[in-house]
């Protein structure tokens, strides 16, 4: 029985399983220790047998069991949530730091290249973390999930509003824990989305809506914004769950979610551009290419009215065309259902750009790629 959630785990996928799907979705891998009912012990035995070599005793049985090179995972979380009451092994936080510090060390005895993520939530547990076990991490986890709001507008806005809260506690605890600014603990923001409604894909199956895709496209704004402080970003989780693919015994369909971190990811750049100006009812992100001759705009409209607004960069032409992505729907309640075509869908055009000037349509995500 699975004893941290309901039913029967069956244990069918495990290490090799996950490490081939990785190999498959050319990712990297990223595994969680388990630092509370799990020892020490327990721990360096699972990271001898990933990425120990084969005359090692943990990693002889991984080449036993088919896989004789060292699978050379880099990224560790030491620990998930364990903050939390409902986490098995939960215990009080100075008992906590103790415990994580000592893994730590027996982690990289083991394998001093890998890095460690520890388990952070903004307030008294990051604090006394970064405080105490700053030399026993590379990252902090942070995890944010948000539920279902009355008013749209507010509902949309509880991803962005709850990645500022988190940047603007680390950026207090670097300004009052001597070191830590020179130690540079960046976040994992390692779980993040919205987490409301009922399980229609089996156990926390929720169906996601128009209005989640805004509000995760507002939140990628605010990474963006502060992308000095996140390392990474990685969206909870990926099928059925809470995630943005979902599944039936048949079919299987991008939730709603899935389609701003698809456009972002294959159209945003990559240097973050400051965006001055902002227009109450819109969020306005930018970044430019590394060679600096692509420049993308992207823009959340979160309100039911359309918007016109003029575009100026300075010392920049602005071209009268450029490519233009568009995730709209005027019902914010708007969703995908695996196997029917989707209600939601990423629409690609040309955008005739006249005196500068932009019309983003309601309820919208839009992203223009301009030529600089």
């Keep these: 029985k699975n004893p941290a959630w309901k039913g029967v785990e069956a244990n069918d996928v495990g290490i090799h399983e996950y490490m081939e799907l990785m190999e498959l979705l050319e990712s990297e891998a990223f595994i969680a220790v388990n630092t509370g009912l799990g020892t020490l012990e327990e721990v360096v035995q699972e990271i001898e047998y990933v990425n120990g070599s ?14 004789p090179e060292p699978y050379g995972v880099k990224w560790w979380a030491v620990g998930n949530e364990m903050y939390g009451s409902w986490q098995l092994g939960h215990m009080p936080l100075s008992d906590y730091v103790s415990k994580h510090n000592n893994i730590a060390d027996a982690m990289w005895k083991v394998d001093p290249e890998a890095q460690l993520i520890g388990v952070g939530a903004a307030g008294e547990w990051s604090e006394t973390m970064l405080s105490e076990s700053a030399d026993k991490m ?20 509880q991803i962005a509003n709850s990645v500022k809260r988190v940047a603007d506690a680390h950026r207090e605890y670097r300004s009052q824990i001597p070191g830590l600014e020179e130690k540079n603990i960046r976040i994992a923001m390692d779980e993040w989305n919205y987490w409301y ?14 209005k989640d895709a805004l509000g995760i496209a507002k939140g990628l704004h605010e990474f963006f914004r502060n992308s000095d402080l996140f390392f990474m970003a990685n969206y909870a989780q990926t099928v059925n769950v809470i995630g943005c693919i979902k599944t039936t015994t048949t079919s299987a369909g991008f939730a709603t979610t899935a389609l701003p971190l698809i456009l972002y990811r294959r159209h945003f750049e990559s240097v973050p551009v400051k965006v001055s100006n902002a227009i109450p009812g819109l969020d306005v992100a930018a970044a430019v290419s590394e060679s600096k001759d692509i420049l993308t705009l992207s823009v959340v409209n979160s309100s039911d009215q359309a918007f016109v607004f003029e575009l100026d960069v300075p010392g920049v032409t602005i071209p009268k065309e450029a490519s233009m992505w568009t995730i709209q729907h005027d019902n914010p309640e708007a969703y995908n259902v695996p196997g029917k075509e989707p ?28 030529e600089i």
């Design 54 to 67: 084969s005359d090692s005793e943990w990693g002889h049985i991984r080449a036993e069991n088919g896989h």
């Design 343 to 370: 209600e939601v869908s990423i629409v690609e055009s040309t955008c005739t750009i006249k005196k500068r000037r932009l019309e983003v349509p309601p309820y919208a995500i839009q992203l223009l790629k301009l």
């Design 197 to 210: 409604g009922d399980y229609l894909y089996g156990e926390l199956g929720v169906r996601y809506h128009h």
């Design 138 to 157: 590379n990252l902090i986890s942070e995890h944010i999930y948000c539920r279902e709001l009355d008013s749209v507008s507010a509902h949309i806005d």
